[in-house]
């Protein structure tokens, strides 16, 4: 199971931190990731982190912005987000791939197996 929080509202320039707890699954053997939907858009890619922790990707929208950690011994990954802009608002969702390689990291949703309920962002202008 995969729980999101730290969704709110804040205003342009601001930041906020968002955590997904993971549960019931050996955390440490899974990729993580966070992706966002606006409303009326697709599901997009925002950043990943490799089991290792060691591998990071982010898109060109959030690169130096954002940034992903993952405490394996809390069974939690953190997305901070900083510089928030307007179009940054949408619901974050985190999700989860078990991996066999310690590097394997993807922006493809479809490459993901777990997913969590989703946190809401909204940033105003």
């Known amino acids: 199971q995969l729980q999101a929080s730290g969704g709110g509202l804040v205003q342009a320039g601001g930041s906020l931190r968002l955590s997904c707890a993971v549960s019931?699954?050996?955390?440490?053997?899974?990729?993580m990731g966070w992706f966002r939907q606006a409303p009326g858009k697709e599901r997009e890619f925002v950043a990943a982190?490799?089991?290792?922790?060691?591998?990071?990707y982010f898109p060109d929208s959030v690169k130096g912005r954002f940034t992903i950690s993952r405490d394996n011994a809390k069974n939690a990954v953190n997305l901070q987000m900083n510089s928030l802009k307007p179009e940054d608002t949408a619901v974050y969702y985190c999700?989860?791939?078990?991996?066999?390689?310690?590097?394997?990291?993807?922006?493809?949703?479809?490459?993901?197996?777990?997913w969590g309920q989703g946190t809401l962002v909204t940033v105003s202008s």
């Open positions: 982190i490799s089991r290792s922790g060691s591998s990071e």
């Open positions: 019931g699954r050996t955390f440490s053997r899974y990729t």
């Open positions: 999700a989860a791939k078990h991996t066999i390689i310690s590097q394997s990291i993807s922006s493809s949703r479809d490459w993901y197996d777990y």
